[in-house]
Nanobody, 121 residues
Framework: VQLQASGGGLVRPGGSLRLSCAVS????????VGWFRRAPGREREFVSW???????INADSVKGRVTITRDVAKNTVYLEMNSLKTEDTAVYYC????????????????WGQGTQVTVSS
């Protein structure tokens, strides 16, 4: 399976963005999808996941500010981010794995190329 992340950009603090993760070479309904991010000088960090039953989990750092959804017909997973803060600045990556979802990046088999999110005034 291949993943293509998009939707990043420059946004002011308090703003919103919607990231997309298009899945190809496989059927989204068979995969759990996670979002991770890496900020400059920091380790990769879990953000959110959606499993095959559309259950979701968000990291404490973004809880209440992000919503992950999946559109099986479009084979795409979305990450809606609101009330963005400067500390949300990072490259965001989506990843997929068959079976159960996980917040551990090492559990994922396939990764997208990343999309830059910059939150700045």
């Amino acid at each position: 399976v291949q993943l293509q992340a998009s939707g990043g950009g420059l946004v002011r603090p308090g703003g919103s963005l919607r990231l997309s993760c298009a899945v190809s070479g496989g059927t989204l309904s068979n995969y759990a999808v996670g979002w991770f991010r890496r900020a400059p000088g920091r380790e990769r960090e879990f953000v959110s996941w959606s499993n095959t039953a559309s259950n979701t989990i968000n990291a404490d750092s973004v809880k209440g500010r992000v919503t992950i959804t999946r559109d099986v017909a479009k084979n795409t997973v979305y990450l809606e981010m609101n009330s963005l803060k400067t500390e949300d600045t990072a490259v965001y990556y989506c990843a997929a794995k068959p079976g159960r979802a996980s917040s551990q990046a090492t559990d994922y088999d396939a990764w997208g190329q990343g999309t830059q999110v910059t939150v700045s005034s």
